[in-house]
């Protein structure tokens, strides 16, 4: 079986991943609070987490690993959108405003990460089908003496837990120097944080022994993984800004009521991502959605291909110029496979050992596509069968190859010969020019190329041509 190593944030180092049942490997993912469309932060951790349930899936059977993403739909966001609905006049209750707000939030979340090639989850829990559980955890933590309930407030005791912060390696007094924390005067630490607070009458609320109110955030994953796994499960994932405060708090809660061994064997995180360089804001101008780039043109495919070409662990820079090259070489693979193999006989389960290796090696996505440039020029040089359906069997297993982008235009298909022939032709071009000192057949030749949508790369090894996304056969033929 292929032995799989991943970066544990809890011992910050990589380790072998064991699962405490390898028939039931099970891993939760922290969600979106879902208020509005998922902005290209929100997407990495989806399309890492996927890769990596897939990479499970491989090596303990599909229907040996449970994947579990919560959607966090109690949130003062939601919450304010909803208001304003209804000061605007919009019909219903407040909980049905707020309800059809999360509702086509969802619908849109998991249409766009489907773009993304990203696979559902096998359980998708919402924090308000969870209340009781939560009510009856956080009752625990109190009667256990690590909570204690202040002015309608339930509050987690930081100071009774030991751990506290062992996750982000910070120790209470170093956050309470470092962070921006709501002082209250029913707090006994500055750093305790809220498990329940009360809710006025314009905001949702849930009967609890501490008088109608909501769960505080951090609770909703401890009561959802408690109820979806039991008390200790294998692998927690989510995003960098995650680890504080959002899992240490997690931690503390399920390690609390449980015991210190319990809740997740191992965290992973995965870095932040950036736009062209900077970080990604509303104020800079370089905010935009998953949905929004779609609507641009950009295929899925290419946004999940640039995602995974930058390892997990290092923080991802979106640019418009890899996504360009990222088109350029999913059309490249695209075409060979339509030249020399079938689709339709792409099987994920045929993947190969090198994609596999890379990714059990704390999931090196950069190496698993490197591995698909092989297998391309092996299928461009020999023209060959077996390489072409390797490269479709790496790409549907990689989650790369949507239906949309199978189907390219036919002015798009690639007659690979006639490429091939007119490398030979610029190639010699070239040559003799370099002698004669007269470029003007090399310059017609690659004029006519680019116009048709081929990307000419000349260097001291040779010329290669590669077909662009905006390729045109016709216009080949004259040449
Ligand atoms: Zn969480």
Redesign the pocket.
Known sequence: MTTIKLHNTKTRQKEVFEPIDPKNVRMYV?GPTVYDRAHLGNARPVVVFDVLYRLLRHVYGADHVTYARNFTDVDDKINATALSRKEAGAEGSLEDLIQERTNETISWYLEDMGALGAMEPNAAPRATQYIAEMIEMTQELIDTGHAYEAEGHVLFDVRSYENYGSLSGRSVDDMIAGARVEVAPYKRDLMDFVLWKPSSDDLPGWDSPWGRGRPGWHIE?SAMTKALFGDKFDIHG?GLDLVFP?HDN?KAQSCCQAGEDSFANFWLHNEMLQVEGKKMSKSLGNFFTVHDLLEQGVPGEVIRFVFLSTHYRKPMDWTAKKATSAELKLVNFHNLIGMYADYSNADASKVSDEVIDALANDLNTHAALTHLDTLATQAKRFQGGASALQLAHDLKFLGLSSESFGDVPDSQWIDRGKLDRLEADLSLARETAMETKDFSEVDRLKTALLDAGVEVRMSKAGVELIAGPNFDSPKLEAL
Do not use: R, V
């Open positions: 922290c994953c989510g959002h997690e």
